[in-house]
T-cell receptor, first 117, second 115 residues
Framework: GAVVSQHPSWVICKSGTSVKIECRSL??????MFWYRQFPKQSLMLMAT?????????EQGVEKDKFLINHASLTLSTLTVTSAHPEDSSFYIC?????????????FGNGTRLTVT | KNQVEQSPQSLIILEGKNCTLQ??????????LRWYKQDTGRGPVSLTI?????NTKSNGRYTATLDADTKQSSLHITASQLSDSASYIC??????????????FGAGTQVVVTP
């Protein structure tokens, strides 16, 4: 079946540094990828939508200069948390879909646990 | 206001028993409704996808139902196993072009199966 690989699965970084998270579709071409943030015992919160070759669309309240998203190929999207602070500590999840239809499958990565000290 | 409401927020069931989770939504127009299982510290895994014309769909011991008229869905777990302990998330996909990709997530139901 379709697989979305997210890396790293967990990362600890110091305040002020930047962290890059990768999301790869392993056996399909992902025309659209989504990035979410999830707090403990809460559901996923959409941060941004990225389409291959174009700029990401950010949800209201999400700082695009802080959360840089790049979707340079049909199999790879990256999320870079710049100048990370402790409040950025969270669980980040990506998802990808292969076709532009409403009913196309949405596959999720296994998430990245970010801890900023 | 969240357009997808799930209940109960959490539940504890004995191994081998059945349970039913509820999802009510107000998303309109509506394209499809998905149920996902999310283990702690992992990404969600798809269980079922139903379009507005489908009433029920099964995936092993998981059976989802949909009533598009009342905007309600349920997920029934049969003969629960310890491995069913997880959060179950209802996700609704809008049907309008300007809302494409704007999946609406429920807060999830945390299920704990005890021996």
């Amino acid at each position: 079946g379709a697989v979305v690989s997210q890396h790293p699965s967990w990362v600890i970084c110091k305040s002020g540094t930047s962290v890059k998270i990768e999301c790869r579709s392993l056996d399909f071409q992902a025309t659209t990828m989504f990035w979410y943030r999830q707090f403990p015992k809460q559901s996923l919160m959409l941060m941004a939508t990225s389409n291959e070759g174009s700029k990401a669309t950010y949800e209201q309240g999400v700082e695009k200069d802080k959360f840089l998203i790049n979707h340079a190929s049909l199999t790879l999207s990256t999320l870079t948390v710049t100048s990370a602070h402790p409040e950025d500590s969270s669980f980040y999840i990506c998802s990808a879909r292969s076709a532009s239809s409403y009913n196309s499958p949405l596959h999720f990565g296994n998430g990245t646990r970010l801890t900023v000290t | 206001k969240n357009q997808v409401e799930q209940s109960p927020q959490s539940l504890i069931i004995l191994e081998g028993k059945n349970c039913t989770l509820q999802c009510n939504y107000t998303v309109s127009p509506f394209s499809n409704l998905r149920w996902y299982k999310q283990d702690t510290g992992r990404g969600p895994v798809s269980l079922t996808i139903m379009t507005f014309s489908e009433n029920t769909k099964s995936n092993g011991r998981y059976t989802a139902t949909l009533d598009a008229d009342t905007k309600q869905s349920s997920l029934h777990i049969t003969a629960s196993q310890l491995s069913d302990s997880a959060s179950y998330i209802c996700v609704v996909s809008p049907g309008s072009t300007d809302s494409w990709g704007k999946f609406q997530f429920g807060a999830g139901t945390q299920v704990v199966v005890t021996p």
